[in-house]
């Protein structure tokens, strides 16, 4: 029985691994008071903007638009701009990118 809940400890923790840092910048940088994974809240959930942009590249667009702010796509609701001192560019990146994979 120990070993399974050590296994199942380290699977858990290794697939939280590779998605932890981008979630903590993007909690750190405010992302998650406005989005959801699979509801909207104030702003679409990413489940809605991955289904909007499938099949797109559309990485480099959507960070200008987090970058920018802007409304109209999926609503009147604007969203505010988003610099790089609230989510570096790296961290942005890899944001867009699972946000996209949803």
Sequence with gaps: MKKILV???LVAFSAG???G???DAMNKAGC???HAKDKKLVGPSFKDIAAKYKGQDVVAKLAEKVRKGGSGVFGPVPMAPNGPDKIG???L????????KN
């Design 17 to 19: 691994a590779l998605a």
């Design 93 to 100: 990146k890899a944001a867009v990118e699972l946000i996209l």
């Design 7 to 9: 296994l199942t400890g």
């Design 89 to 91: 560019d790296a961290d």
């Design 32 to 34: 998650m008071a406005c």
């Design 21 to 23: 840092p981008v979630e």
